[in-house]
């Protein structure tokens, strides 16, 4: 069964973020500060993180853990395999 795309869009917290993927809430605030990661206003104290972030915060752990790409470059090839296929309407 697929996610749907409303679950993709569940504006999360930064802690939230942070404890599913296993990463310091400091690492998930600097991705956004950073612009890294999408990030919506939701009225709350601080931006919250769409769900769909989480899949590419996994990826990015991925490529980096199986390729032993730097950080860097496990998340320049993952921001462009998603604006690559959020440009084909996926």
């Not at 296993?22 to 998930?28: D, H, P």
């Not at 972030?53 to 730097?70: A, E, G, K």
């Amino acid at each position: 069964m697929w996610t749907s795309d409303l679950e993709l869009d569940e504006p999360l917290t930064f802690d939230v973020v942070a404890e599913t993927v296993g990463a310091r809430r400091s690492v998930v605030v600097r991705l956004a500060q950073e612009g890294l990661i999408e990030t919506v206003d939701a009225g709350a104290d601080e931006p919250l993180v769409p769900r769909r972030m989480v899949v590419q915060l996994r990826r990015m752990q991925r490529l980096r853990r199986d390729l032993d790409w730097s950080a860097e470059q496990a998340m320049l090839f993952a921001l462009d395999r998603f604006h690559s296929n959020q440009g084909a309407g996926r």
